[in-house]
């Protein structure tokens, strides 16, 4: 691998997973240079703090600049960004993204880029944290987490191996599925987790004796709600770009949750322990997996 490998790349969004992927890069010694373009002063001069980008500059300079674009932007603002790139995007540049939800950010696509979409290659690296922020990014953030690739009838076969080795030189797993997969998948282990999680510590806030109960609150309570740290913005775009996924979900969990309030109602201990000894036992059985 050298320098050049990748050229300079244009990452939109520099957040814990944009400055993230601008640290590993440089430590993988792939690029010649990283250009950050955002939305706020101060997460982008710290960006350039911790040496995630090289330079600042405006979309337009940026797409005009690089041979590849990775746009880390939450999924609602996806949109825009593309519309905004496509007056610039030259034939040789490919762009890849990170947004947890892929249909919506499929379609936006399609219905900015036109025939340049196929230099897009959807992606999603599963990983992230409960902090944001170019402050909360670290070059590992990616090491032997899989990224998932939903590519393009319009992709060209060369085009998606290189984006694939884009993930990889940064530690990624690749696994590809289709786009409606990818939805209905995350909506139920991730959206769904980040939903109860925010859902819990509102829950918790909105009682009378909440300083009393946080005061009180142990480790189950710490792990549990650890992601409703996470971006507010973020996960409200999500909630919204991939609707109809997560109110199946939820409606499902709910539907769980109501069962369980009944067997707790009518003290039924058998039907309880029944419920729970099957989660356990499912439980260690991924964890050993």
Not at 104 to 112: C, N
Not at 233 to 245: L, V
């Amino acid at each position: 691998m050298s320098a050049n490998q990748f050229g300079t790349v244009s990452i939109i969004g520099v957040g814990l997973v944009g400055a993230s992927l601008g640290l590993a890069l440089k430590q993988a010694k792939v690029v010649h240079q990283i250009i950050g373009v955002g939305r706020s002063a101060a997460n982008l001069d710290q960006a350039l703090k911790i040496g995630a980008i090289d330079r600042v500059a405006d979309l337009a300079d940026a797409v005009r600049s690089s041979q590849w674009i990775v746009v880390c932007v939450p999924v609602a603002q996806m949109r825009s960004v593309f519309a905004q790139m496509e007056p610039h995007l030259g034939p040789n540049t490919l762009i890849t993204d990170a947004g947890s939800t892929k249909c919506d950010v499929i379609l936006a696509a399609k219905e900015t880029l036109g025939k340049k979409v196929c230099q897009f290659v959807p992606a999603h690296p599963i990983a992230g944290g409960a902090q944001h922020g170019a402050s909360a990014a670290r070059a590992d953030l990616f090491q032997d987490k899989q990224t998932i690739i939903c590519q393009l009838q319009e992709n060209s076969v060369a085009d998606v191996a290189l984006v694939e080795q884009f993930w990889m030189t940064v530690g990624s797993k690749i696994k590809r599925i289709s786009a409606v997969q990818h939805d209905a998948i995350y909506a139920a282990v991730s959206h769904l987790p980040h939903i109860l999680s925010y859902a819990l510590m509102a829950s918790v806030l909105n009682s009378e004796d909440a300083e009393q109960k946080l005061g009180h609150a142990g480790a189950g309570f710490r792990d549990f709600t650890r992601i409703a740290a996470s971006s507010p913005e973020m996960w409200r775009d999500i909630c919204i770009a991939n609707k109809q996924a997560i109110l199946k979900e939820l409606d499902q969990y709910l539907s769980i949750t109501q069962r369980l309030r009944e067997m707790i109602a009518k003290g039924d201990v058998d039907g309880l322990e029944k419920v729970f000894q099957k989660a356990s036992q499912a439980r260690q059985q991924w964890d050993e997996s």
